[in-house]
C-alpha cells in the first residue's frame, strides 16, 4: 500500500473516530426533538434560515457534551463491555484531540446560535452543556443513583431550545415538551441500565439497579411510565394539540405501560433491552404525532 493510501485510510479511521465522539444516534434524536420545538412555535411556516442554523447550533452543542462526556469517562470506559470500543479507550483518538474536538464544536455551537438566533437560546443552550458534560457527568453520575432524573433536564432540553430560537421566550407550551422528555428519561435509561448492570458496578457508578437492585429499578420503570403516560396528555388538556395527538399519545403511552409492567413481571433483565428499544420509537412517534397534528389542519385548510 503507497504512502498516499495510507494517509487516505488513516485520515478515513479519524474521521470516524471523530464522529464516533458525537453520539450521532443521540444527537439525532436531540436534533430532531429541537427542530419540532420550532416547528410548533409558530402557527405557520417557521423562518428556515433560523430553523437550519438553530438546528446546526443546537446539534454541535449536543455533539459537544458528547464528546467531553467521552472525554471525562474514558477510564471507565475502557472498564464497561458496552463502552471499551469507544474511540479513546482504544488508542484510535488521544485525549487531548478529544477535549480540543469538544471545546471548538461548543465554540462553534455558541458562534452560530448568537449569529442566528437569540441570546436566551445560547445561555441556554451553553447551561445545557454545562449540566451535562460538568454537573452530570462529573459530578451527579458518581454521587447519587437518581443521577439519570436531575442529568436527564439537559437532554430534555432540545425542543424548548428549539421553541425560545423561534420566538425568544420560554412558554407553557415550550415546557410542556421539556417536561415530557424529562420524564420520558428515567425509564428509558434505567431500562438500559438493568441490561448493564455489572458494568456499573464494576466500574462504581451508583446506577439505580446498583444501589437499589433489579426490582425496585423495575417498580421505578413502571412508575415513571405512568407518570409519563400522564404527562403525555397534558398538550391536548391544555389546547395546545388535537385529537390526532391525543390518540397516538394515548396509544403510545399503552405500549410503553405494557412494556414496563412485562418488564416487572419477567425474569431479571430478560425484557430490558426490547423496553429500551420502545422507549426510543415513543419519543420519535410522539413528537411527530405532535407535528402530525399542527400541520395536518393548515395543510388540509390550503388545499380545500
Request: with cysteine; aromatic share 14%; net charge positive.
Amino acid at each position: 500500500m503507497t504512502e498516499t493510501a495510507l494517509r487516505l485510510f488513516a485520515s478515513h479511521l479519524s474521521w470516524r473516530q471523530y464522529l464516533e465522539l458525537c453520539k450521532p444516534k443521540v444527537v439525532a434524536l436531540i436534533i430532531f426533538t429541537a427542530m419540532v420545538g420550532m416547528l410548533l412555535s409558530t402557527p405557520g411556516m417557521v423562518d428556515i434560515p433560523t430553523f437550519i442554523f438553530a438546528s446546526i447550533g443546537i446539534g454541535l452543542a449536543a455533539a459537544s457534551g458528547a464528546a467531553i462526556n467521552h472525554w471525562v469517562d474514558q477510564k471507565i470506559d475502557s472498564k464497561m463491555e458496552r463502552t471499551q470500543s469507544r474511540p479513546i479507550p482504544t488508542g484510535g483518538l488521544s485525549s487531548n484531540s478529544a477535549i480540543t474536538f469538544a471545546l471548538l464544536l461548543c465554540v462553534a455551537s455558541m458562534l452560530i446560535l448568537l449569529a442566528t438566533t437569540n441570546l436566551l437560546t445560547v445561555v441556554l443552550t451553553f447551561i445545557c452543556v454545562i449540566v451535562y458534560a460538568v454537573i452530570y457527568t462529573m459530578f451527579l453520575k458518581h454521587a447519587t443513583p437518581q443521577n439519570i432524573v436531575w442529568g436527564g433536564a439537559a437532554g430534555a432540553a432540545p425542543p424548548l431550545l428549539g421553541w425560545v430560537a423561534m420566538t425568544g421566550e420560554v412558554t407553557t407550551e415550550a415546557f410542556l415538551l421539556f417536561l415530557i422528555i424529562f420524564i420520558w428519561t428515567p425509564p428509558h435509561f434505567w431500562a438500559l441500565a438493568i441490561r448493564r448492570r455489572d458494568d456499573y458496578a464494576k466500574v462504581n457508578v451508583p446506577m439505580l439497579p446498583v444501589t437499589h437492585g433489579i426490582p425496585f429499578t423495575k417498580y421505578q420503570v413502571v412508575l415513571y411510565s405512568l407518570m409519563l403516560f400522564s404527562v403525555s396528555l397534558l398538550p391536548f388538556a391544555l389546547h395546545m394539540s388535537g385529537l390526532i395527538y391525543f390518540t397516538g399519545a394515548f396509544f403510545l403511552g399503552i405500549g410503553f405501560i405494557y412494556h414496563a409492567f412485562k418488564l416487572y413481571l419477567c425474569e431479571a433483565d430478560k425484557h430490558a433491552m426490547k423496553t429500551f428499544a420502545y422507549s426510543i420509537f415513543y419519543l420519535t412517534a410522539l413528537f411527530t404525532f405532535l407535528l402530525v397534528d399542527h400541520y395536518l389542519p393548515i395543510t388540509l385548510h390550503t388545499f380545500s
